[in-house]
């Protein structure tokens, strides 16, 4: 697609429910990151993908929370159990890489998680 | 290790006032310099960047200089349009392609 998709937009959940987030690249960016961005907080790294393995997810902040791609494309932040300081916005960014790598990320407008 | 301060907002100024939004970094190695901005209801897009010291990224009026004697990168703008209230954030590239960022200013320009 032309940018960065992301789905839901918004996203309403009780407390211990799991939910999935959903990103869609852009075609041809094999790099991808998930941030968390809490109200007055900056962007909380979460993990990077590079195709499809992940060579840095030391930012997830728990074993509830797990991350995958596939095909080199669409990836999923699935959140297990979910606690009220889950409670953010999550931004994907997706990055060229190789020759064609300008340093540039693209992100998403991200999901809005409501942990009630 | 690596990391990004920028000032705190909120900030508000007049149309047409000057424009400074301080940001320092620490980083391993020369990592390149990025400044964010965000919109309101959109998704954070590039402003401008800067790959080695002494660089001047450019756009849209805006314009920052990669100082690396005070490890700094302040983004700066003549005279701004209420169009400009908007969230800014700095950042940087470091090692293992990882992306450092600020906690972000919030600007408000008011008529």
């Known amino acids: 697609g032309a940018g960065v998709s992301q789905s839901p937009s918004n996203k309403v959940t009780e407390k211990g429910k799991d939910v999935e987030l959903r990103c869609d690249p852009i075609?041809?960016?094999?790099?991808l990151y998930w941030y968390r961005q809490s109200l007055g907080q900056g962007l909380e790294f979460l993990i990077y993908?590079?195709?499809?393995?992940?060579?840095?997810k030391s930012g997830l902040p728990s074993d509830r929370f797990s991350a995958e791609r596939t095909g080199g494309s669409v990836s999923t932040l699935t959140i297990q159990r979910t606690q009220q300081e889950d409670s953010a916005v999550y931004l994907c960014?997706?990055?060229?890489?190789?020759?064609?790598?300008?340093?540039?990320?693209?992100f998403g407008e991200g999901s809005r998680l409501t942990v009630l | 290790g690596n990391s990004v301060t920028q000032m705190e907002g909120p900030v508000t100024l007049s149309e047409e006032a000057f424009l400074t939004i301080n940001c320092t970094y620490t980083?391993?190695?020369?990592?390149?310099l990025f400044w964010y901005v965000q919109y309101p209801g959109e998704g954070l897009q590039l402003l401008l960047k800067?790959?080695?010291?002494?660089d001047k990224g450019s756009n849209k009026g805006f314009e920052a200089t990669y100082r690396k004697e005070t490890t700094s990168f302040h983004l700066e703008k003549g005279s701004v349009q209420v169009s400009d209230s908007a969230v800014y954030f700095c950042?940087?590239?470091?090692?293992?392609?990882?992306?450092?960022f600020g906690t972000g200013t919030s600007l408000t320009v008011i008529p």
């Open positions: 960014a997706t990055r060229r890489t190789g020759v064609r790598d300008t340093g540039e990320l693209f």
């Open positions: 075609s041809g960016h094999t790099a």
């Open positions: 993908f590079q195709g499809n393995s992940a060579p840095d």
């Open positions: 980083a391993t190695g020369y990592p390149s």
């Open positions: 800067a790959t080695k010291a002494d």
């Open positions: 950042a940087l590239r470091g090692p293992g392609n990882q992306f450092y």
